[in-house]
């Protein structure tokens, strides 16, 4: 039984020859020669029953029919067709960007990508290149150097012109984050300092986007934390790729059940123990909105010196990294006269 053949790709290619051809089909065993009108295939190899490839002849532009010649007859014809080659001309890189480890699937556009065979980036080969058309080609980035690389496309017409640009960008590094710990409602804004930081296009605290981001400069961004709990460590994803972490905490906010003793005189210098939750990251006690000094024994326990003042209440508050806590009040009595 003669060969089949049902696609042959790509379909057109230059009048100049030289495109490789995949046939396939059935019945491939054995043939003796592919012809492309009536010229024999500059070489063609039988990979399996079902796949041959071949490579054109030079001919004349227009459509030429592609048959299989075997000893039990010839195959159907499949139409590939011959253009003119041209010099290529590439007018669009996307993305333009991508890390300098390469891999960045990019899709160039322009014209006189017929028959290419190389696509380079600052004079590197792509990794893998596929001709998808005549105005088409999606390439895959090799590694290279931070910077601009020209890219170029080579066909049977010639060289595509330095026109055309991907920008390789450094990995992005984070060297702190400040502050480093925050309350579990999100909201505290943190200032991220490092290098190869423009163009980001998240910052993440664990899996989970900022709120918001500004980038201030090559060295800089300022994130606003989502809520979160627990360690959280913070990324950012430039087109270089993604960060190292910087730790973040989220803290709870701290709770206050008790104070020993809740009263004392009108002078400063009563020495009162806070009792709560939540407590190792105090950053102020106060007593009626004034700052007082403090010590935090535990997690639970901070011992603070009352404040002086008029005689009455007034509220006690703590506040922590994970926000500030509800008051208890301490009253202030006076001496009692003489």
């Known amino acids: 039984m003669p060969p089949t053949i049902s696609t042959i790709n790509p379909s057109q290619g230059p009048t100049t020859g030289g495109t490789t051809v ?16 009536t010229t024999n295939a500059t070489s063609f190899t039988v990979v399996s029953a079902t796949q041959i490839s071949a490579v054109s002849p030079p001919r004349a532009a227009g459509a030429a ?14 139409t590939f067709t011959y253009v003119v080659a041209q010099v290529p001309v590439v007018t669009g890189v996307a993305p333009s960007n991508g890390p300098t480890s390469g891999g960045t699937s990019v899709t160039l556009t322009g014209t006189g990508f017929t028959g290419a065979t190389t696509v380079t980036f600052a004079g590197v080969p792509a990794t893998s290149f596929t001709v998808n058309s005549a105005t088409q080609i999606t390439a895959v980035t090799p590694a290279g150097s931070a910077g601009a690389a020209v890219v170029t496309v080579t066909t049977p ?22 502050p480093v710990l925050g309350p579990t409602a999100g909201g505290v804004v943190v200032t991220l300092t490092g ?13 989970t986007n900022a709120t918001s981001f500004t980038v201030v400069s090559a060295t800089q961004i300022t994130a606003t934390a989502p809520p979160g709990t627990g360690s959280s460590p913070i990324t950012v994803i430039t087109p270089g790729g993604t960060s190292n972490p910087v730790a973040f905490t989220y803290v709870a906010a701290p709770t ?20 709560g939750t939540n407590l190792a990251t105090a950053t102020a006690v106060t007593f009626g909105g004034t700052a007082v000094s403090f ?9 603070a010196v009352a404040a002086a003042g008029p005689a009455g209440p007034v509220t006690v508050i703590v506040t922590t990294a994970g926000g500030t806590s509800p008051g208890l009040t301490y009253t202030r009595v006076a001496a009692p006269g003489i």
């Open 195 to 207: 290098s190869s930081l423009l163009n980001a296009s998240a910052v993440r605290f664990g899996s």
């Open 65 to 78: 029919a592609v048959i299989v010649v075997h000893p039990t007859g010839n195959s159907n014809s499949v």
């Open 22 to 37: 995949t046939l396939t089909g059935t019945g491939m065993t054995g043939s003796t020669a592919v012809r492309f009108g």
């Open 256 to 275: 206050l059940t008790a104070l020993v003793p809740s009263s004392g005189p009108t002078s400063a210098g009563t020495v009162v123990t806070l009792t």
């Open 157 to 178: 017409g010639g060289v595509s012109a330095p026109d055309a640009f991907f920008f390789y960008a450094a990995p992005p590094v984070l060297n702190s984050a400040s």
């Open 295 to 303: 010590t935090v024994v535990s997690d639970t326990q901070i011992t």
